[in-house]
């Protein structure tokens, strides 16, 4: 830490991990809901649940993100932040913000899109915390001397955060224009901005723990964000083979989602050399297992078990299906849920001026994280394929197909719980480094 | 490369790569009035559409293989089941199998039920590149061998539609409020079926089954064809 500003993050940090945990509580509801009739059907029934869910995942993530970005953009633009006030007040807001939504979703008080649950009022209400912050982060930028393709990169990602989800907020008629513009949402943050925020904090902590040349880090940086966007915006033609747009999406999208692996290929190459050559002793390796962990899970999960279906002739049969689950886990755990811990794990500590810190229980939550979220998703993945074969391959009727699936939810809660054990850890590491005295 | 080719690089791959998607997009919107008649999405089915946002009905169902996988995929709903049977089935969605998942009561009303089918109705004619696919193989209804002409198929969607199931059983499959119907066909003829399907009461007056005057006289027929093959 250089800057006194940049204390503001801890506290997005801790209710990010906070999240984090709540959001795994809510996914093993979900899972019971498969494996036993449901004693929790008249309170919160499985679409509640599930709203609460991927909201929280949101939730989470977004403080992750911004966390990390009120700790990186006064280093990287070497000044204080603009306002340290609009940080603080913006935190408050979101705080309030995402707890509104989730006790609203128990009330019934929803817009009934999927992922994009929230009503209407909450999701202008996030408008106005995306422009706090996009008008702090801009303020603090534009006092620097130096412009710097990390910042530049951030900068961008949140800004297409925020326009893109201006397209969330609409009611449409057409539900084939509805799931058009959803895409829009779903597809080009998880696709798009996000990556752009992602590369560019995984650059900054690389840059810091690595000591190798801004010149080298920022050149792969724009190559594989180049890349990641050439194949990522067209590539969401993959989501319109079959909701009522024309044929041609089969090829564009099949196409440019066959070729979406390529940048996260490089990434794992360009982050294995940078580490290679390092100029620096890496002290924290906790920081360094994070982030070579979260390049090769990013690419499994998101590259190889993306990659898997989403070929159309394939996707044909597997749309719809416990598939996406399995990818939806694999993928969000390994691009970005380990790219946040990765960023606590470098920014607290640093925060705190900590130049050693107990890392024993960091490897404990890495190790059965990863290993955890592996099977969890690997369950799924065979529950999806057993569904693919049997629903829509043999044309067997959906709940007689779920009784074979079974086995596989079982082994996804057991995995689960395992993986709960691991946040649960995560989050007590995370409180005890916050409250630690300087 | 150059640290500045490689930002030219990025700078004119991603506006190339949105011009293309935009244009794409422009593209796609004139293709929607034909592949999504929107001549026929009315108020009603607009009305429809607000009813499945308003119960969250999305979080459990997919549409179009879009939303949770808890329960079956909605875009061909109205043509596999039929309205009668999502009329019935809506109002009172309890499955009679208690080890079964099964589907909360949502209380809807009689017009948000109404608008809800013509929702379902509109989804059903959207042109989704021949999604969901036919399977390989349809598993049969029952375990006996039936010979599947017109009628018989007929008088099967008849049984699937008005939901038989929750009471009878076919080869194992199905409720156990009604008699067993597996065999049927070797204790009762096609007359005595249709007769007891339009009116129950004239044949036991002490049954607790439903009669069926929606029934058209031709479903009536193939129904009974269907349950007198069963041997």
């Known amino acids: ?438 | 490369m150059e640290r500045k080719t490689a930002r030219n690089f990025f700078i004119w791959g991603t506006a190339v790569c949105t011009a293309i998607f935009i244009w794409l997009t422009i593209d796609t919107h004139t293709t929607i009035p034909k592949r999504t008649n929107t001549d026929k999405l009315t108020d009603e089915v607009v009305r429809g559409k607000r009813v499945w946002h308003k119960y969250n009905c999305n979080d459990c169902h997919t549409i179009l293989g879009i939303g949770g996988y808890y329960s079956p995929d909605m875009t061909k709903v109205y043509s596999s089941r039929g309205e009668n049977w999502l009329r019935i089935f809506l109002k009172n969605p309890e499955s009679t199998d208690p080890q079964r998942r099964k589907m909360p009561n949502q209380k809807l009303s009689g017009d948000e039920i109404k608008n809800l089918i013509t929702f379902f109705k509109w989804v059903d004619a959207i042109d989704t590149n021949e999604w969901p696919p036919k399977p390989i193989t349809v598993a049969k209804v029952t375990g006996a061998p039936l010979e599947e002409t017109a009628q018989i198929l007929k008088g099967k969607n008849v049984y699937n539609q008005n939901r038989c199931d929750l009471c009878h059983r076919i080869g194992g499959q199905g409720g156990v409020i009604g008699p067993d119907l597996s065999h049927i066909g070797t204790k009762r003829d096609t007359k005595w079926l249709s007769n007891l399907i339009i009116n129950p009461k004239s044949i036991n007056p002490m049954t607790q089954m439903p009669a069926y005057p929606q029934l058209s006289e031709d479903e009536v027929q193939a129904l009974a064809s269907f349950l007198g093959g069963l041997k």
């Open chain 1, 1 to 438: 830490m250089v800057f006194e500003s940049q204390k503001v993050a801890s506290k997005y940090f801790v209710i990010s991990a906070v999240f984090f945990g709540l959001q795994v509580v809510v996914g093993l509801l979900l899972i019971l809901k498969y494996i036993w009739p449901d004693p929790l059907i008249g309170i919160i029934p499985f679409n509640t649940a599930r709203a609460i869910h991927t909201n929280l995942l949101v939730v989470w993530m977004i403080f992750g993100f911004m966390g990390g970005t009120y700790y990186i953009v006064p280093e990287e633009s070497g000044t204080e932040l603009y306002s340290k006030k609009l940080a603080n007040l913006q935190f408050w807001l979101l705080l309030i913000g995402g707890l509104v939504g989730v006790v609203g979703f128990l009330f019934g008080w929803t817009a009934g899109r999927p992922l994009l649950e929230l009503p209407v009022e909450l999701k202008w209400a996030i408008v106005v915390v995306a422009l706090i912050f996009i008008f702090n982060v801009f303020m603090t930028m534009i006092r620097t001397k130096k412009w710097t393709a990390i910042q530049g990169m951030l900068l961008g990602g949140i800004v297409m955060l925020a326009v893109m989800w201006l397209f969330g907020i609409p009611f449409f008629k057409n539900l084939t224009l509805d799931y058009y513009y959803w895409w829009w949402v779903i597809h080009l943050w998880v696709e798009g901005a996000w990556e752009l925020i992602a590369a560019s904090l995984m650059a900054f902590v690389l840059l810091k723990i690595t000591g190798v040349e801004r010149q080298v880090i920022e050149k792969w940086l724009y190559v594989e964000v180049a890349l990641v966007l050439i194949t990522g915006i067209i590539g969401t033609g993959h989501h319109y083979y079959w909701i009522g747009t024309p044929g041609y999406w089969l090829w564009w999208g099949g196409i440019f989602s066959a070729l979406e692996p390529v940048p996260i290929v490089l990434m794992v190459f360009d982050t294995l050399n940078h580490v290679r050559h390092k100029k620096l002793e890496i002290t924290n390796r906790l920081v360094l297992y994070w982030t070579v962990g979260c390049a090769l899970f990013h690419f499994f999960g998101a590259a190889v078990m993306g990659m898997l279906h989403t070929l159309p002739q394939v996707n044909r049969w597997t749309h719809g299906t416990q598939v996406t689950a399995s990818h939806g886990h694999l993928a969000f755990f390994g691009a970005y849920a380990m790219l946040i811990l990765t960023v606590i794990y470098y920014a607290l500590p640093a925060l705190k001026g900590l130049k050693q810190f107990n890392q024993r229980k960091g490897f404990w939550v890495f190790w059965i994280t990863v290993s955890m979220m592996l099977t969890l998703g690997l369950a799924f993945g065979v529950a999806g394929v057993i569904q693919s074969y049997m629903q829509r391959g043999l044309g067997i009727d959906f709940l007689t197909v779920q009784g074979f699936m079974k086995p596989w939810f079982i082994a996804v809660f057991i995995a689960g719980l395992g993986f709960f054990i691991g946040v649960i850890l995560f989050i007590i590491d995370v409180l005890q480094i916050a409250m630690k005295k300087e």
